[in-house]
């Protein structure tokens, strides 16, 4: 993979979502801290079905300190290892309120000490909530980078560092969301969306998935069948 294959990668992607984001709903950084810290091993979609009934309520860390710790289980207990989460996201809100104001911090180091919050989460808050050109490194960023081979690496930590110093620089405050969405709706784990993948023509995978019968045009499938295209 060359920098003229990745420009060309992540300028179409700018141009099918010039304005992309995370698909967990929030409108502060408390409210986006949450949602990730929540989200793990979890869909956004199930998180977001909780937070709808969770921040109309208590949306600040006092106002989920002031609810508790059993009521707040109860917004969230649809969405997996709600009872671990529920702890971390109870002594985070206590550490938000004691040591920060009740505001999130802007610093890595600070966010990484709260409970429940890893590098990844960490990533995620820098980057949607605050701007910061950073690189969560999830399963489908993971895949989609190694299976591109755009950044490939044997570790998350690996595909990270090698996305900061591959990903033009223009586009890497949006970079995270548009390798997220490509392998959450395209690049899927098992049976890849080769024949509607926007950038099949510069991913350097071996071996791309055909169209399904029925997918492509008949006078296409015809031609292909037929050997000419």
């Known amino acids: ?32 801290l949450i949602a990730v810290l929540l989200s793990a091993q979890s869909t ?13 309520v208590a949306n600040t860390p006092q106002a989920i300190l002031d609810l508790g710790l059993d009521e707040l289980k109860s917004y969230i207990a649809t969405i997996g290892l709600y009872n671990t989460k529920a702890a971390n ?3 985070t809100c206590r550490i938000l309120v004691e040591q920060h104001g009740g505001e999130v911090p802007r610093s890595r180091e600070a966010l990484e000490a709260l409970p429940g919050v890893g ?4 990533n995620v808050v820098l980057n949607t909530a605050f701007g910061e050109p950073t690189m969560a490194v999830d399963t489908h ?19 990270e560092q090698k996305l900061l110093k591959f990903v033009p620089k223009d586009f890497m405050i949006d970079a995270h969301h548009w390798l997220i969405l490509h392998g959450r709706y395209t690049c899927v784990a098992r049976k890849p969306k080769c024949w509607n993948c926007l950038i099949a023509d ?14 492509l045009d ?4 015809a031609l292909e069948a037929a050997g000419l295209k």
Request: glycine share 4%; with cysteine.
């Open 1 to 32: 993979m060359n920098p003229a294959k990745r420009l060309e990668i992540f300028t179409r992607f700018r141009t099918a979502n010039p304005k992309p984001t995370t698909e967990l709903e929030f409108t502060t950084p408390f409210e986006l």
């Open 44 to 56: 956004d979609v199930g998180v977001n079905k909780a937070t709808r009934k969770l921040y109309p």
């Open 89 to 91: 996201v109870m002594a």
């Open 119 to 122: 590098r990844k989460t960490a």
């Open 141 to 159: 960023i993971f895949r989609v980078s190694n299976r591109t081979k755009i950044a490939p690496g044997k570790n998350v930590d690996i595909v």
């Open 202 to 215: 510069l991913c350097e995978f071996k071996d791309k998935t055909p169209a399904p019968p029925g997918t």
């Open 218 to 221: 008949p006078k296409v499938e």
